[in-house]
């Protein structure tokens, strides 16, 4: 394929994805003006007399925000694949790193989704920790159980918490939601907050007390997973340099004068490196992700071994 033929593919993709991204954008903001109007008929956005600079400049702040939300969760970041193949595929006038791209895209988005979800993992579990110190304050403060989770602010486990302060509020079984909360990933230490209100209803215990050993508890798993995460870090950054150096090495083949992406592309012995080279690249960042995740395993020692 020539680079006229490879231009034009990479100005339509190009093309096709703006129409979607701002497509999109329109369809929601006729959304929010139905929503916030009543109901009412969407008056159309009149182009006349509107400043060309500040039109472009709610174009862009619109597209920064869809990019920072990530696309309502469906795309987000890993749509950066599709230009950087482009890119190749006009550097090296062949088809292959664009066909690699767009095969590499669903790979790059459950990898940036897993990253977020255990971001979020760590988040709530952070929130967790704060929601027992803050509510045993509250108690110890005079205020009765059901007003101290009612004050709280739940941070990160807003998601599901409408069903612990509906239980609270009209006084519903409050351990069963929050054991309903625990099931999201992070918040399992909702299920101690549990047994602890379970406890102090029933026996007359003393729940800032019995929070305040949860919060204790789920501190120092917190500190043993940093700590694990610490050891951890050097195995990461290895792998991440290895995964690095193939392109590292065609960068400075091509600075130093070679063509490294004409001969991967259009050679047969190229061909094979690439093939045996990429089976190998995903090969070798399989294996280390699954030892990060045995190593992380509950009840797996922490020392490392001989």
């Known amino acids: ?68 939300l990530g696309y309502g969760g469906r795309m987000g970041r890993e749509l950066l694949c599709l230009p950087v193949g482009c890119v190749l595929a006009l550097l090296g006038a062949s088809v292959l790193p664009l066909l690699g791209a767009v095969l590499a895209t669903p790979a790059v988005g459950r990898w940036l989704r897993s990253r977020r979800r255990e971001r979020d993992r760590v988040r709530r579990a952070a929130g967790v920790i704060e929601l027992c110190v803050t509510v045993a304050g509250e108690l110890r403060a005079g205020r009765h159980p059901g007003e101290a989770l009612l004050a709280v602010d739940p941070g990160h486990l807003r998601e599901r918490w409408g069903l612990v302060t509906a239980a609270a509020r009209f006084g519903g079984d409050v351990p069963d939601a929050l054991r309903r909360v625990a099931r999201l990933p992070g918040a399992e230490g909702l299920t101690g907050v549990a047994a602890c209100w379970r406890v102090a209803v029933d026996e007359g215990a003393g729940l800032a007390a019995g929070l305040d050993r949860v919060a204790a508890a789920l501190r120092a798993e917190r500190d043993q997973g940093d700590s694990l995460d610490a050891k951890l870090a050097g195995a990461k950054a290895t792998a991440l340099a290895l995964a690095v150096l193939p392109a590292v090495g065609l960068v400075l083949g091509g600075l130093l004068g070679s063509d490294p992406l004409h001969e991967l592309l259009h050679t047969p012995a190229g061909l094979s490196c690439l093939l045996v080279g990429g089976l190998l690249e995903w090969a070798g960042l399989v294996w280390t992700g699954r030892m990060v995740r045995a190593a992380r395993e509950p009840g797996r020692p922490v020392a490392d071994e001989r």
């Open 1 to 68: 394929m020539d680079q006229g033929a490879l231009a034009l593919c990479a100005a339509v993709l190009c093309a096709g994805a703006a129409v979607w991204l701002l497509t999109g954008r329109d369809r929601e903001l006729r959304r929010a003006r139905l929503l916030f109007a009543g109901g009412g008929p969407v008056e159309p956005v009149e182009s006349a007399g509107v400043d060309p600079v500040r039109r472009l400049s709610e174009t862009a702040a619109g597209l920064r925000e869809r990019w920072r």
